[in-house]
T-cell receptor, first 114, second 111 residues
Framework: SQTIHQWPATLVQPVGSPLSLECTVE??????LYWYRQAAGRGLQLLFY??????ISSEVPQNLSASRPQDRQFILSSKKLLLSDSGFYLC?????????????FGPGTRLTVT | GQNIDQPTEMTATEGAIVQINCTYQ??????LFWYQQHAGEAPTFLSY????GLEEKGRFSSFLSRSKGYSYLLLKELQMKDSASYLC????????????FGAGTQVVVTP
């Protein structure tokens, strides 16, 4: 069966510090991978989307970046965090082939920028 | 582009029925998803409708009308654990791998 992991679970970082969040998927090959952010009481905002190694699509301009160094690894980074980067970050995957569009979410990382 | 509307909050008592409506506008359609999200947790999949009609899964049912751009999620025999946010989502017409999520409907179940 497939599983998706994210770490860390929670993070408190000062403004201007760097960020690295990691997501890994097990039990599937060539998944589509996603990074979402959810601000308190808000809906999910798609940040990045990847259909394969090294292939990243950015949805909104921001000071975040994403990388996919391996098929089942997705990393969200920032060189200098802003206060507005606080939120709940969710990684998700969906099958890369077939007609199934369902997305499966990881447990999330709660980031507080102080 | 995509536009999804759903009510912000609904309150119901334990054992009752609640219906959460979702209207959407999308260029191209490839199904509609409902997710449940408890506070502080990740969303979990509830249902998927691609054809018109009602899909039933135990206490939860989801309905779709493609011609009206409308769906609802029906929660029956409400339990306290059903208190959560319910998210409506549609794959985007420009890229069906990407979803547009609604802001979510917070359901509060009272004793």
């Amino acid at each position: 069966s497939q599983t998706i992991h994210q770490w860390p679970a929670t993070l408190v970082q000062p403004v201007g510090s760097p960020l690295s969040l990691e997501c890994t998927v097990e039990g599937t090959s060539n998944p589509n991978l996603y990074w979402y952010r959810q601000a308190a009481g808000r809906g999910l905002q798609l940040l990045f989307y990847s259909v394969g190694i090294g292939q990243i699509s950015s949805e909104v301009p921001q000071n975040l970046s994403a990388s996919r160094p391996q098929d089942r690894q997705f990393i969200l980074s920032s060189k200098k965090l802003l206060l507005s980067d606080s939120g709940f970050y969710l990684c998700a995957w969906s099958p890369g082939t077939g007609n199934s569009y369902e997305q499966y979410f990881g447990p999330g990382t709660r980031l507080t920028v102080t | 582009g995509q536009n999804i509307d759903q009510p912000t909050e609904m309150t119901a008592t334990e054992g009752a029925i609640v219906q959460i409506n979702c209207t959407y506008q999308t260029s191209g359609f490839n199904g509609l998803f409902w997710y449940q999200q408890h506070a502080g947790e990740a969303p979990t999949f509830l249902s998927y409708n691609v054809l018109d009609g009602l899909e039933e899964k135990g206490r939860f049912s989801s309905f779709l009308s493609r011609s009206k751009g409308y769906s609802y999620l029906l929660l029956k025999e409400l339990q306290m654990k059903d208190s959560a946010s319910y998210l409506c989502a549609v794959p985007r017409g420009d890229s069906w791998g990407k979803f547009q999520f609604g802001a979510g409907t917070q359901v509060v179940v009272t004793p």
